[in-house]
């Protein structure tokens, strides 16, 4: 059966940067793309962007660029998501979620991880 | 602030039926899929409905969906207390080039 396992918790000071990883299984790695959504406590949910492991295409939200990177390894099927220059108000669960191209829901999760950003 | 509205909760008996509203515009739930999303307490949101109105494998039919021009609606029957959950709509936002969701209706069953 499809499965998303992410990385565990991380607590980071103001600036830092972060990398969350999303370990895939049950499926072809590269027939679906990955999508990163974040939650801050109490809110909603807010798409980060969009990696192909397929051919590596990224799409990324506008507010999130030059500040995240996606990316894969194909041989491990993980995904990974990186976020620099990290401030207070990116505190919150980071998922990944599958999803066979960008206007297809997103069918399976992550269980999430929490980036806490806290000086 | 969301691109997709929806109601910040909704209630209902145990039993009884209950909808929750996603509004949106012409350049995302216009002319795009819309899903919903389950997310129950402490756990990451899954897959409801998709395609307007498809349910995934072991979803009950209890959970239906529907689109109509610039919105859609989410409709639960026989209500159960497991049902409490934030419930978040979701499609493709043609001019952001973004997935795009609502803001989340918490249900409450009283």
């Known amino acids: 059966h499809v499965q998303l396992v992410q990385s565990g918790a991380e607590v980071k000071k103001p600036g830092a940067s972060v990398k969350v990883s999303c370990k895939a299984s049950g499926y072809t790695f590269t027939s679906y793309g990955i999508t990163w959504v974040r939650q801050a406590p109490g809110q909603g949910l807010e798409w980060m962007g969009w990696i192909s492991p397929y051919n590596g295409n990224t799409d990324y939200a506008q507010k999130l660029q030059g500040r995240v990177t996606m990316s894969t390894d194909t041989s491990t099927s993980t995904a990974y998501m990186e976020l620099r220059s990290l401030r207070s108000d990116d505190t919150a669960v980071y998922y990944c979620a599958r999803q066979l191209e960008r206007p297809r829901p997103l069918d399976y999760w992550g269980q999430g991880t929490l980036v806490t950003v806290s000086s | 602030q969301s691109v997709l509205t929806q109601p910040p909760s909704v209630s209902a008996a145990p039993g009884q039926k209950v909808t929750i509203s996603c509004s949106g515009s012409?350049?995302?739930?216009?002319?795009?899929?819309v899903s919903w999303y389950q997310q129950l307490p402490g756990t990451a949101p899954k897959l409801l409905i998709y395609d307007n109105n498809k349910r995934p494998s072991g979803i009950p039919d209890r959970f239906s969906g529907s689109k109509s021009g610039t919105s859609a609606t989410l409709g639960i029957t026989g209500l159960q207390t497991g049902d409490e959950a934030d419930y978040y709509c979701g499609t493709w936002d043609s001019s952001l080039s973004a997935h795009v969701f609502g803001g989340g209706s918490k249900l409450s069953v009283l």
């Open positions: 012409s350049s995302n739930i216009g002319n795009n899929y």
